[in-house]
């Protein structure tokens, strides 16, 4: 299983993108960095199968495949539970609950009552509960205080050690600097290669 | 399928009280501005057609606005749900809960308008009717706001929902086949258009950013 990129090119409405090249295997992570309106969360639709590409090819896309957005996927009115339990209907597979050990004493709390940083964490756990074979998470650590972005950490590490292909994104490498698993970066305001 | 529709359906029901609650000072208005002495059967079925269709706008405009193109559309793509599953369980939902708002006021209706003759079954049937025939059009309406958040939903939907006004006052006074012919185009033309136009916005929403 390898996700292949050869030249990806993309057009958006205030910038072009690319070439991009990038090969990932299984157990692998890539990161996509660059500044506001670089075009990471772009890149990441074009890899989704999302977005038209003005040139380049993708191969290798792997059939089940998670992502998180900008913004939480979050029913405000439901409690973590209720939202966790949904999630798994929606993704159609078994979750791992292991993942969701941090979440066990917050499980009835309504989600309109996090923080931010919270229903990122949820939201996260929750969707790397599930085994896919790659993961798009976008600017995942935002929000997070240190505590709970060295969990999530280890949650992805799980996952990446489990043979899934995760392609997170980032503002700078400085916000990558001390993960605890290896992940090439790709930085968008240059040419990645 | 299913995860869709207990999402929709939760948004759909929030939606439920405060679109209730919006309909029962206007029947409260509409009885005290009623002359009770030239009351009959069809003015009193126009008010409640008047009322229906005036809460249907809050369910929509309501249960919409908890949706977040960033959150729920972007991830469902991710997951490769296609976006017609999308619009029939918004379809679904929405029509779930336009017939209990409809349920609700017939309960509260002949408090109001006491009568002998007041056809409960029938407008029970014509509401789930007005309501299949309304949900598609309703449901892709509601998608616009999530384009535009300044889209007056108020402003399109009534106009588009007059045919269905004028075929469920009449229908509720008597059967007339040309009325039956209208609202069966309305929803055929209105699902096959709603469907298609759903699905293009749906994929330019989760384009965009």
Partial sequence: MSLKVT??????????????????????????????GSGKSSLLKALLGRLPTTGGSLSGLPRQRAAIGLEPLLIESWSIQGFINWYGLLAG?????????????????????????????????CVLSHSFEIYFLDEVFVHLDPRRRQQLEGLIKRRLQSGAMVILTAHSADELEKLSFPCRQIHLNERAS | MLALVLKDWSNAKNSFY?????????????????????SNLLHQNQFYWLIYFYSSISVFYRSFGFEHRFHNFHIYRSLDIAPWKVFASQCLAHFGICILIGLAYLIF?????????????????????????????????????????????????????????????????????????????????????????????????????
Wanted: proline residues 6%; negative net charge.
């Fill in chain 2, 109 to 209: 209706i002949p408090i109001f308008w006491p009568t002998e003759n007041w056809p409960i079954f029938e407008l029970l049937a014509l509401t789930a009717a007005i309501a299949a025939c309304q949900t598609p059009l309703g449901c892709l309406l509601g998608l616009l706001l999530q384009f535009e958040r300044e889209f007056l939903f108020a402003l399109f939907f009534l106009p588009i929902m007059t045919p269905l006004l004028l075929a469920a006052s009449q229908l509720s006074e008597d059967f007339y086949p040309s009325w039956v012919y209208i609202l069966s185009a309305f929803f055929l033309a209105g699902s096959f258009v709603s469907a298609l136009v759903f699905q293009f916005f749906f994929d330019e929403l989760t384009q965009s950013q």
């Fill in chain 1, 7 to 36: 030249d990806l090119r993309l057009r958006r409405a205030h910038f072009e993108l690319g070439p991009i090249s990038l090969e990932l295997r299984a157990g692998e992570c890539c990161a996509l960095i660059g500044a506001n």
């Fill in chain 1, 93 to 125: 597979n078994p979750r791992d609950e292991t993942f969701l050990s941090e979440l066990k004493n917050y499980r009835s709390m309504k989600i309109s009552w996090l923080s931010s940083g919270w229903k990122r964490f949820v939201e996260a756990s």
């Fill in chain 2, 18 to 38: 405060p679109s209730l609650l919006l309909g029962l000072p206007l029947i409260l208005l509409l009885s005290f501005l009623d002359n009770r002495t030239n």
